[in-house]
């Protein structure tokens, strides 16, 4: 590149610090000899003389500008800055607070975000992001210098970073280069962080800061380790130790923890130091091999409080405060003194105390009685396949009973039925044969299908015994309940209530003896009803006979009177019978009792 004139630009020792340069453009046009103007050419004879002349002339001028790597050569911007992250495995810490320092580099545009390292943090830190240019989210843009401002959020790589503070020089550069106000500059204050401060106060505990209350019994052996170093131990109990040396009371404790889920009783010695009245509790030998850890001490020596509270040595236990009988609170744990041994009970014979008598020391155990709680069944399969299933896992189908042996084997008791609806006109056109088989007190139940009902029909209820249900119940009028269903039995066939009429003690409503008996009592009144409603035929239907039993005062079940029709239509296919049929079975009483 060739240089300008001497006259058109030339640096010295004065004016060298308001001299600005700035490239020239390459063009084809003439040389200019206004220094200016930029857009002529820097010609080789100009640059020749400029030489000769020992000039030293750029092809820059006044207006020129410095390049940006130039002008910011190693300018600097600090910001401090924060993000929360959330703690979702934690019940002390809800978020964790991030202190980062933000710096920009002005010459290019870059930035660099640094977080500030926390001591025994447990988190790894240091270089969050390193330098180079960051896009705004959901454009193309870049962030830069403005968008820093004390206040604003920026979100990096799906964090939001707030800006609190800059450090003074950040400071005066953006207020006289950027045109920034005192409000973009003022500090805005950090966020509290309750668990760092609470992790800040536990160290300074820790670390040994003079003037803080740490809360805790110093170690046993920083003790020996300050007594070696030259440091006088405490006079106060040297009396007591020059009185009893290493005298200690012996009791035997028990630990009842039965009220917890795998709680058991343990066993555990109590020891009594004498000489700086300091308790210390071992584990009993154990030999029952009962499952429980073999640690060998439950409570080292040390005072115990009887508040429980393990920083509250205003009242501990003192040797008078222990008895046989007595309960002690260690810690939470409720133990009972049941056992001493003759040194104890000397030791308390010397000061006027008599301890009582030795308690049991093992202690017998309640036996839990467990029942076994048979569940109802369920209505899928049998009560037998039910009770197979609760005596274990992998059990045979139960046996089946033996019937040929049985003298009802093969008799079946069929009944017509429909199901007892409230309100459902649709149930009720459903019509049900139910099948009792008399050899095992099992029932089955079909649907007849019916056109254009909707209902298929088909099987409805597999040959199963039903426990409420027996022989007895099935009568033409009952109602029964199976698997949820109430059915009531409106008729059966003519050899159901044959077999009923035979077997008086099973279906007793059947009886035509007994009925025929209470007949007989209301002779007399059975004339008279028919004098009165006579209509000139004489003759009854099934309808008038109920009307007949009513009127005289004879209460019966539909089942029985089916029974007394059943003895006077005897022989007669008709609906109809003359009503001195009835007269005639009420008189018949010697004869029929013969039958």
């Not at 450090?167 to 204050?189: C, K, M």
């Not at 035979?502 to 004339?527: G, H, N, V, W």
């Not at 089916?562 to 004869?591: D, M, Y």
């Amino acid at each position: 590149m060739a240089k300008h004139h001497p006259e058109d630009c030339t640096i010295s020792k004065s004016d060298s610090s308001d001299c600005r340069f700035i490239t020239a453009p390459l063009s084809t046009e003439k040389e200019v000899d206004d220094p200016t103007d930029v857009s002529g050419r820097y010609s080789i004879t100009r640059k020749k003389a400029d030489r000769d002349n020992n000039n030293l002339a750029l092809p820059f001028c006044p207006e020129s500008k410095l390049p940006s790597f130039i002008e910011h050569d190693r300018l600097v911007l600090l910001f401090n800055a924060y993000y929360e992250e959330d703690v979702h495995q934690s019940l002390e810490e809800e978020k964790i607070l991030h202190a980062c320092e933000v710096y920009f580099y002005v010459e290019d545009g870059t930035m660099e975000i640094i977080q500030t390292k926390t001591e025994n943090s447990g988190i790894v830190q240091g270089k969050f992001l390193r330098r180079s240019k960051v896009v705004k989210p959901g454009t193309s843009l870049h962030y830069g210098i403005d968008d820093l401002k004390i206040g604003n959020t920026l979100d990096i790589y799906s964090r939001s970073f707030r800006v609190v503070n800059c450090n003074e020089s950040t400071r005066r550069y953006v207020l006289e280069h950027h045109g920034w106000s005192f409000h973009d500059v003022q500090p805005i204050a950090l966020p509290r962080d309750h668990f760092a401060e609470m992790n800040r106060a536990k160290m300074m505990r820790e670390s040994g800061v003079p003037g803080v209350d740490r809360k805790r019994k110093m170690n046993d052996l920083k003790v020996v380790m300050e007594s070696q170093l030259g440091k006088q131990s405490s006079m106060t109990d040297r009396g007591m130790f020059l009185e009893h040396g290493t005298d200690a009371l012996c009791f035997h404790v028990t630990w009842d923890d039965r009220s917890r889920l795998y709680g058991n009783i343990q066993y555990f010695r109590l020891i009594y130091h004498l000489a700086d009245d300091t308790i210390e509790i071992v584990r009993a030998s154990n030999t029952t091999r009962d499952g429980t850890a073999t640690f060998p001490k439950l409570l080292k020596r040390s005072k115990l409080p009887k508040s429980g509270q393990a920083f509250d040595n205003s009242d501990c236990y003192s040797w008078k405060d222990l008895a046989i009988g007595q309960l002690i609170n260690v810690f939470g744990r409720m133990m009972l003194i049941v056992k001493c041994d003759q040194f104890t009970r000397a030791h308390y014979q010397s000061h006027g105390i008599e301890l009582k008598e030795d308690l049991p020391l093992v202690v017998e155990e309640k036996k839990v009685e467990i029942r076994r709680i048979v569940p109802p069944p369920n209505g899928f399969g049998s009560e037998e396949d039910s009770l197979r299933s609760c005596t274990g896992s992998i059990n045979p189908p139960p046996l089946k009973k033996d019937l040929s042996s049985n003298k009802k084997s093969g008799i079946v008791l069929h009944f017509n039925a429909s199901l007892v609806v409230d309100d459902d006109a649709d149930d009720s056109i459903r019509k049900f044969a139910i099948h009792f088989f008399l050899e095992d007190d099992t029932i089955s139940i079909q649907e007849p299908p019916i056109r254009n009902s909707g209902y298929v029909g088909g099987q409805f209820l597999r040959r199963q015994p039903i426990n409420h249900i027996s022989a007895s119940d099935m009568y033409v009028g009952n109602m029964v309940e199976v698997v949820g269903h109430q059915f009531l039995l409106r008729d059966a066939d003519e050899s159901t209530f044959k077999l009923m009429e035979c077997d008086e003690k099973t279906f007793p409503y059947s009886d035509t003896a007994r009925l025929q008996r209470i007949l007989s009592t209301k002779q007399d009144m059975i004339r008279a009803y028919f004098v009165s409603h006579y209509d000139g035929n004489g003759n009854l239907d099934l309808e008038g006979l109920s009307k007949c039993c009513s009127a005289i005062g004879i209460v019966i079940n539909h089942a029985e009177l089916i029974t007394i029709w059943r003895r006077i239509k005897r022989n007669n296919s008709s609906g109809l019978v003359p009503f001195n049929k009835l007269l005639k079975f009420a008189t018949e009483e010697t004869s029929f009792a013969s039958k």
